[in-house]
């Protein structure tokens, strides 16, 4: 029998917490700062209702109905098309591969923070500690080069991880209470505090004020899009893996919409930390789109300045890394967890057995991560997964749904137990069939373009080689893509040794 989340909470916390990630404490607050805070929000906000919130509604409610992970799920909509489930499994792959990277990383900086109580107002030493720690080269070069704290703090993010899902259902439940509440309350108490700070006002308004000139830059709708296809954890085979897990009377209407506007809302109390903080020390001008540079480099450089006391410097700093720890431990099961369901479903595996072995297998890969041209590394991943394979795969999916399967079949099984807001079919219809798959075509055209424009080669003023682009990042691009052909070829032979796979459609599955 297959498992169950034993409440709604549990579901819609689990949601949220694989929604709400690092992201949203550090690269929301940059890009509302690049893009004229308010009129950044605004954009964000109508990415959200016409692309993020249907495409999330798609993805749960077609698991709810099949019981199945990503592969399992499409192929009930069209048998021809598996391929596009495993493509969004191996983005997971690749994701939380590096992504316990980072989560190793905001580990490193919780144990280290008691060294800021020596930096008060030193902000060229409390700029310079993760980058001294890590060993970073800044190139691809530098592989005999390990930083042993990190290494450490790498097993121990694989290490939480693990305990989180071992029990599927059962454990994410009880830990996405803490982990989702754990990380508002300290978003809360730093936001406080940055209000307290002078000049805090000046930031409260950057953000909320919209500069309308902004809208102007194509930049700007360009990066809200891709913040909130990002941020929602789409295209990455988590919601389905969530949502296959679902009671058949689970309201997903409403549910959805409460994953998503809290996604919003923790973005925005992020920023309003960001803000004021970095207003309040005088820094305002210094915050980075740059996720990483803004939570390792140019924030502890606030954290620093915050007061006096190097005492509240400190404590204030173990407060902000343990908060990126609980966003950053729930977004790392969840994409195990996808992963790990399709797998199971696929070969009919003991759970518990693919999530270890999945675990020790990418916890193997991701010790690239801790060597000094892990950093460089890391970038190339990050932007050839996000710029490419995740468009996609969002883009497939919505073709597999709007143009390869009857569409308001979708929309029917969404509308099943909605009792008052019904998803209506003008809003869901032309999102799934015309504008989202048009949107993410035209963001994905847009970053090709311009990596042609930058010579062919990402980060080259970074120092990063042709070679480098290639190894981890065309060639990790065409290993995902032939994903659905690697699982075939496992499938032909092992169906030589009698396995049979689950083939049966969405009206076949309506019937047993």
Do not use: H
């Not at 409460?258 to 820094?283: Q, R």
């Not at 919505?398 to 079949?409: L, N, Q």
């Amino acid at each position: 029998m297959r498992e169950k989340w034993s409440s709604r909470s549990s579901f819609i916390l689990a949601a949220i917490g694989s929604a709400v990630g690092l992201g949203n404490a550090w690269r929301f607050p940059g890009l509302a700062s690049k893009y004229g805070g308010g009129a950044f929000l605004f954009v964000y906000l109508v990415a959200m209702l016409v692309i993020g919130i249907p495409l999330l509604m798609m993805e749960i409610s077609v698991a709810r109905y099949t019981r199945q992970g990503a592969p399992g799920s499409i192929r009930a909509m069209n048998k021809k098309l598996e391929g596009v489930g495993w493509l969004a499994v191996s983005n997971g792959i690749g994701i939380s591969i590096y992504y316990a990277a980072v989560f190793a990383w905001v580990i490193l900086m919780f144990f280290m923070s008691f060294k800021f109580a020596g930096m008060t107002g030193d902000t060229e030493a409390a700029s310079s500690l993760w980058l001294t720690t890590i060993k970073t080269t800044g190139t691809t070069e530098g592989w005999t080069t390990i930083s042993w704290p990190v290494l450490g703090c790498l097993i121990l993010a694989w290490v939480f991880a693990y305990l989180c899902i071992r029990n599927g259902t059962t454990s994410v439940g009880k830990v996405v209470k803490f982990t989702v509440s754990l990380p508002v309350i300290c978003l809360l108490i730093m936001a406080i505090r940055g209000m307290m700070l002078p000049d805090a006002m000046a930031g409260f308004a950057k953000l909320f004020i919209p500069d309308w000139s902004a809208l102007a830059d194509s930049n700007l709708w360009v990066d809200a899009i891709g913040q909130v296809f990002y941020s929602l954890s789409t295209a990455m085979a988590i919601m389905f893996a969530y949502g296959s897990f679902l009671d058949k009377n689970s309201n997903i209407v409403v549910d959805t919409l409460i994953i998503a506007f809290s996604d919003l809302l923790i973005s925005v109390l992020a920023g309003i930390v960001m803000f004021t903080t970095m207003a309040g020390v005088g820094m305002l001008d210094s915050m980075s789109a740059s996720g990483i540079a803004t939570a390792f480099i140019i924030y502890p450089q606030a954290i620093v300045q915050i007061s006096g006391s190097s005492i509240f410097n400190m404590i204030f700093a173990f407060i902000f890394y343990f908060c990126l720890i609980t966003l950053a431990i729930d977004s790392l099961f969840s994409i195990i967890e996808g992963v790990s369901t399709a797998v199971s479903d696929k070969f009919n595996l003991n759970k518990k057995k693919t999530t270890l072995i999945l675990v020790i297998i990418e916890g193997v890969c991701s010790l690239i991560y801790v060597t000094g041209a892990g950093l460089a590394i890391l970038d190339i991943v990050d932007y050839f997964i996000n710029s490419y394979t995740l468009l996609i795969t969002g883009i497939l999916e919505m073709i597999v749904a709007g143009w390869f399967f009857k569409t308001t079949k979708i929309l029917e099984e969404l509308n099943r137990n909605t009792k008052g807001f019904k998803m209506p079919k003008w809003w869901f219809l032309p999102s799934i069939k015309v504008i989202s798959p048009v949107v993410l075509a035209g963001l994905f055209i847009w970053n090709l373009v311009n990596l042609i424009k930058s010579g062919g080669i990402y980060g080259a003023a970074d120092g990063y080689s042709l070679k480098a682009n290639i190894i981890f990042g065309w060639a990790l691009v065409v290993l995902i893509l032939c994903s659905g052909l690697i699982v075939k070829l496992i499938v032909k032979i092992k169906a030589g040794k009698g396995y049979k796979e689950d083939d049966r459609t969405w009206d076949e599955l309506k019937e047993s």
